[in-house]
T-cell receptor
């Protein structure tokens, strides 16, 4: 299967710790997106990359959050000094340009901050 | 600003029956895409159906069809002959046309239960 993969699938951490999530997009996709989804809500946009360039960041992405896509392939999302409010599902999606607007999602990384 | 509103937090349908999920949206863009995505429990979100706003004809994918009312900014999903595997969270979403960002804006979702 060559879909979008995310790792780890689940992460439990204590408040104040740093966590990092990885996303491997579909190989030919040049666009990569991070979303956050809390219980009972739809996914909320965090940031996106065109190849290795980070082109937009949501105001939801506080300075404790950083995302990279160093070689235009996989991406990492790091959360520093985690807070309980960071508990959520972090979704990665990818696509290519030009395209029809569809995003291809991974299964997500669920973060629980104790 | 783009917004998507799903006013039905939960819906239920009997197997083999038809159900309609509602969605309204707002956008200042003249061209855009609208989507319905399905998120089964603990599985990734997958595309159900897509509608280009410039097309007047409603999109159809097998048992799934939409009722797109551009003037009313309404985009409902009809599932015919419901199956147990249709049980999932359904999200309505929109994005601008032409891939400027492809930043999907999602609604809050409708949880669909299918009763045997």
């Amino acid at each position: 299967d060559t879909g979008v993969s995310q790792d780890p699938r689940h992460k439990i951490t204590k408040r104040g710790q740093n966590v990092t999530f990885r996303c491997d997009p579909i190989s030919e996709h040049n666009r990569l997106y991070w979303y956050r989804q809390t219980l009972g809500q739809g996914p909320e946009f965090l940031t996106y990359f065109q190849n290795e360039a980070q082109l937009e960041k949501s105001r939801l992405l506080s300075d404790r959050f950083s995302a990279e896509r160093p070689k235009g392939s996989f991406s990492t999302l790091e959360i520093q000094r985690t807070e309980q409010g960071d508990s959520a599902m972090y979704l990665c999606a990818s696509t290519w340009l030009p395209n029809t607007g569809e995003l291809f999602f991974g299964e997500g990384s669920r973060l629980t901050v104790l | 600003a783009q917004t998507v509103t799903q006013s039905q937090p939960e819906m239920s349908v009997q197997e083999a029956e038809t159900v309609t999920l509602s969605c309204t949206y707002d956008t200042s863009e003249s061209d855009y895409y609208l989507f319905w995505y399905k998120q089964p429990p603990s599985r990734q979100m997958i595309l159900v159906i897509r509608q280009e706003a410039y097309k007047q004809q409603n999109a159809t994918e097998n048992r799934f069809s939409v009722n797109f009312q551009k003037a009313a900014k309404s985009f409902s999903l009809k599932i015919s002959d419901s199956q147990l595997g249709d049980a999932a969270m359904y999200f309505c979403a929109q994005t601008g046309y032409g891939g400027a960002t492809n930043k999907l804006i999602f609604g809050t979702g409708t949880l669909l239960a299918v009763q045997p």
